[in-house]
């Protein structure tokens, strides 16, 4: 039965072995001169504030600099190609795209099509169980899925490790801007994506036992797949571990100002004592409590009141001003301390899940009489 597995499995098996030789690949050759730009950046020694400007001009410099032109004599990329940011967003793109595809072409066609065609009978009518049956396909093809899944979000991770420093460290610039909290990033770096994985295949599997037919059930899997890869760092990420609420005060510039004229609310961009948080939703409040979502007219400058001649003059009589109101930001917001349980927590839901419904496809196999 193994044997037979695999015979049928090794197309999809090569595909995936080709695949992760070619990303491979891509990453061995550009990552040196991305290494080396990040040594002679100066950020390995830096200390305190200057840390996050030699992180920007690290990121900026990334974003602009093609790693073959003017160390070969023959570049294969043409003059002023921004490689960096479409390596980055190729990765993120397949490891984001990885279960999806395994669930489409592995999962839903895996007993989907034996049923479709008759052959899963014939399987059974010999001396192998049903159980058997599926145990071997779901272990063969799943642990291989989640095996090129996490190899993918290995191999990408140990590439950006440059990048993701820089911006650890508050650097910032084109697509190097994300957070680990932020959802592309979280989705495809870490243990989740092996909760991905998982989730995907089993999915197509259940769609296929359920539909019964190979191309409805993958249609069926992309759009469940596809809902929850949506509706997880929107509406369920943030409330795994109850989020932490601060209030504190206003930092105020030109663009709060601006903000403010809009009818938007205040929104913070860091949290005070919390590098890296996850900042999850915020507003300000007045001394009362009370939302506010239009500046003050005390603080709004008149028409005919002279411009001030620098920036940090207008900002600094613009928090002032906020300040005497006692107008407050209130930050909901995830610590950085919480990125591995959180990771944690959502791995375990998708491989619960996937559990779940690899047992449901037992008992509806079990039970069908043909």
């Given at each position: 039965?193994?044997?037979?597995?695999?015979?049928?499995?090794?197309?999809?098996?090569?595909?995936?072995?080709?695949?992760?030789?070619?990303?491979?690949?891509?990453?061995?050759?550009?990552?040196?001169?991305?290494?080396?730009?990040?040594?002679?950046?100066?950020?390995?020694?830096?200390?305190?504030?200057?840390?996050?400007?030699?992180?920007?001009?690290?990121?900026?410099?990334?974003?602009?600099?093609?790693?073959?032109?003017?160390?070969?004599?023959?570049?294969?990329?043409?003059?002023?190609?921004?490689?960096?940011?479409?390596?980055?967003?190729?990765?993120?793109?397949?490891?984001?795209?990885?279960?999806?595809?395994?669930?489409?072409?592995?999962?839903?066609?895996?007993?989907?099509?034996?049923?479709?065609?008759?052959?899963?009978?014939?399987?059974?009518?010999?001396?192998?169980?049903?159980?058997?049956?599926?145990?071997?396909?779901?272990?063969?093809?799943?642990?291989?899925?989640?095996?090129?899944?996490?190899?993918?979000?290995?191999?990408?991770?140990?590439?950006?490790?440059?990048?993701?420093?820089?911006?650890?460290?508050?650097?910032?610039?084109?697509?190097?801007?994300?957070?680990?909290?932020?959802?592309?990033?979280?989705?495809?770096?870490?243990?989740?994506?092996?909760?991905?994985?998982?989730?995907g295949f089993v999915l197509g599997v259940t769609a296929g036992v359920l539909v019964r037919r190979a191309v409805p059930a993958m249609a069926v899997t992309l759009a469940i797949f596809a809902a929850v890869?949506?509706?997880?760092?929107?509406?369920?990420?943030?409330?795994?571990?109850?989020?932490?609420?601060?209030?504190?005060?206003?930092?105020?510039?030109?663009?709060?100002?601006?903000?403010?004229?809009?009818?938007?609310?205040?929104?913070?961009?860091?949290?005070?004592?919390?590098?890296?948080?996850?900042?999850?939703?915020?507003?300000?409040?007045?001394?009362?409590?009370?939302?506010?979502?239009?500046?003050?007219?005390?603080?709004?400058?008149?028409?005919?009141?002279?411009?001030?001649?620098?920036?940090?003059?207008?900002?600094?009589?613009?928090?002032?001003?906020?300040?005497?109101?006692?107008?407050?930001?209130?930050?909901?917001?995830?610590?950085?301390?919480?990125?591995?349980?959180?990771?944690?927590?959502?791995?375990?839901?998708?491989?619960?899940?996937?559990?779940?419904?690899?047992?449901?496809?037992?008992?509806?196999?079990?039970?069908?009489?043909?």
């Open positions: 039965m193994i044997w037979l597995t695999w015979h049928q499995f090794r197309a999809q098996a090569a595909t995936a072995v080709a695949a992760l030789a070619a990303f491979a690949a891509l990453l061995a050759v550009t990552r040196p001169h991305m290494v080396s730009l990040y040594a002679a950046s100066g950020i390995t020694g830096c200390h305190g504030g200057t840390c996050g400007g030699l992180a920007g001009t690290f990121l900026n410099q990334l974003a602009s600099a093609t790693p073959f032109n003017g160390r070969n004599s023959f570049d294969p990329l043409p003059a002023g190609t921004d490689l960096y940011p479409i390596v980055y967003q190729l990765g993120v793109l397949l490891i984001l795209a990885a279960p999806a595809i395994i669930g489409i072409f592995w999962g839903a066609p895996l007993i989907a099509r034996e049923l479709e065609t008759g052959t899963a009978a014939l399987a059974w009518n010999q001396s192998i169980t049903r159980t058997r049956w599926l145990t071997v396909k779901l272990t063969l093809a799943g642990v291989a899925a989640m095996a090129v899944t996490e190899a993918l979000s290995l191999m990408q991770a140990w590439w950006a490790a440059p990048i993701g420093r820089a911006v650890g460290l508050g650097g910032s610039a084109s697509v190097f801007s994300g957070s680990r909290f932020s959802p592309l990033v979280f989705a495809t770096h870490g243990i989740t994506p092996l909760g991905y994985a998982a989730f890869q949506f509706a997880m760092p929107l509406w369920v990420r943030p409330h795994l571990i109850p989020p932490s609420q601060m209030t504190a005060t206003t930092q105020a510039t030109q663009a709060t100002l601006n903000g403010f004229r809009g009818g938007t609310a205040l929104t913070a961009s860091i949290v005070p004592g919390q590098p890296g948080a996850w900042i999850i939703s915020s507003g300000g409040v007045n001394a009362a409590g009370q939302p506010v979502s239009m500046l003050p007219a005390p603080c709004v400058p008149r028409a005919a009141t002279p411009a001030p001649r620098t920036a940090s003059v207008f900002e600094s009589g613009l928090q002032h001003c906020m300040d005497s109101l006692g107008i407050r930001e209130v930050v909901t917001y995830q610590p950085a301390s919480r990125y591995w349980p959180i990771q944690g927590i959502e791995t375990a839901i998708f491989l619960a899940l996937a559990l779940a419904m690899a047992g449901y496809c037992f008992w509806r196999l079990g039970r069908r009489t043909s």
